[in-house]
């Protein structure tokens, strides 16, 4: 096994509360952000939701203290794992992120990450270290909406689905921002183990995406081209500096704010589901939900395992599917669509009175649902 190593936990700032460009290259990097700021402010891939970005603004603060006022925060609709901060403080979170959280502080450690990048101005750094080597500026192409975003120096690119990272950093200032987050994050009163366990989870759920697949998990962050520190070892250097910190730190009183994260992401949680089972990952999606459901199942989690094995349709998953949606609307918070899949379950195994039930509370739920009449129909026969 490869040992860990203890990140530098104590770097300063670079970017001050009232910090603006302070050269031409800066100035013209930050020009190209307000332009994409733009792109995106318009597009139709925001989640236009006022709660949510008043709480993910309420965890810049927890993070940032006062650096957090000139930010802008922009949740995207985009099932992928991800988050973005420009240099010039637009702050991406993609719906994809949303939904792997357990707590607030796995969400912060993110968040932490990615301030990192921005306190240290890698960005600059990467743009400045590109024109070196190549003696050629990257240059940004607004043309086209996102999917004329061009050029290494400032992305690796946004698409039309805001799929890849919006930056490429070397893998030191990787492991920079690794440390400058759980800087942030344990300055918080965040349990700085928290950074360890989202990497734990994420190379879990793709190991199991893989076994689904009968295929072999791959740490494409291993190729020698890759700009990412490797996974296992990120996650080991995180883990045992957290270690270090929370040691340094014994009695400081740590509160990982699942209470307050659920309040947030519960409401938006079947979309965010929803999402997730459209990737037709199995694997993946089945262990995104075991995962979630550690500290407790409930209906809406219930409900989408359902729909992940009637989606997968292998031998046995009708059953389990059956299992899994009498299972969620025994529970809270069951959405409405788990008593329509719960009620023709229950027809198709001949239990015609209590799937009409079931169907007829649905219909009390969401009686103006698209496939309200067609419920309807069913009912009648």
Same mark, same amino acid.
């Given at each position: ?310 989606? /997968? !349709? ?5 059953? +389990? #599917?059956?299992?899994?949606? =009498?299972?969620?609307? @025994? $529970? ?7 008593? /329509? !899949? ?5 027809? +198709? #195994?001949?239990?015609?009175? =209590?799937?009409?039930? @079931? $169907? ?8 103006? !649902? ?5 419920? +309807? ?5």
């Amino acid at each position: 096994m490869a040992w860990a190593r203890l990140l530098n936990t104590d770097l300063p700032p670079l970017v001050s509360a009232d910090y603006r460009p302070s050269d031409a290259d800066e100035r013209g990097l930050w020009q190209q952000c307000d332009a994409l700021e733009r792109e995106l402010a318009a597009s139709r891939l925001l989640l236009d939701d006022a709660p949510l970005k008043g709480y993910l603004r309420g965890v810049m603060e927890r993070l940032l203290g006062a650096q957090a006022a000139h930010l802008r925060i922009y949740p995207v609709r985009n099932p992928e794992f991800n988050a973005s901060m420009t240099p010039n403080g637009m702050m991406i979170v993609h719906t994809g992120l949303l939904v792997r959280m357990r707590n607030e502080a796995q969400l912060a450690a993110v968040l932490g990450h990615e301030s990192g990048h921005y306190l240290r101005r890698h960005t600059l750094q990467s743009w400045r270290e590109v024109e070196t080597k190549t003696a050629t500026m990257a240059i940004l192409g607004l043309g086209g909406g996102f999917g004329g975003l061009l050029g290494y120096g400032l992305a690796t690119g946004i698409n039309a689905s805001l799929t890849l990272s919006l930056f490429s950093y070397s893998r030191s200032l990787e492991s920079e921002a690794d440390a400058y987050g759980l800087k942030l994050l344990n300055a918080a009163g965040y349990p700085p183990q928290a950074a360890g366990e989202v990497w734990l989870q994420l190379i879990s759920e793709r190991k199991a995406s893989a076994v689904e697949r009968k295929g072999k998990y791959k740490d494409k962050s291993l190729s020698t081209f890759s700009t990412h520190p490797p996974n296992e070892e990120r996650m080991r250097d995180l883990t045992e500096t957290a270690a270090e910190l929370a040691k340094a730190s014994a009695g400081v009183a740590r509160d990982e704010r699942r209470g307050e994260w659920l309040a947030a992401v519960t409401p938006l949680r079947p979309m965010l589901l929803e999402e997730q089972v459209k990737l037709n990952d199995p694997g993946g999606s089945l262990y995104l939900l075991q995962s979630l459901a550690q500290d407790s199942w409930d209906g809406q989690l219930r409900y989408f395992e359902g729909e992940v094995y009637r989606l /997968r !349709a292998g031998p046995g998953d009708e059953a +389990r #599917a059956t299992e899994a949606y =009498a299972a969620a609307v @025994a $529970l809270a918070n069951a959405p409405p669509e788990a008593h /329509r !899949a719960h009620g023709y379950a229950l027809l +198709r #195994a001949g239990q015609r009175e =209590a799937g009409q039930q @079931a $169907l007829k509370r649905y219909l009390e739920l969401a009686p103006t !649902a698209a496939d309200a009449e067609m419920v +309807r129909f069913t009912l009648t026969q």
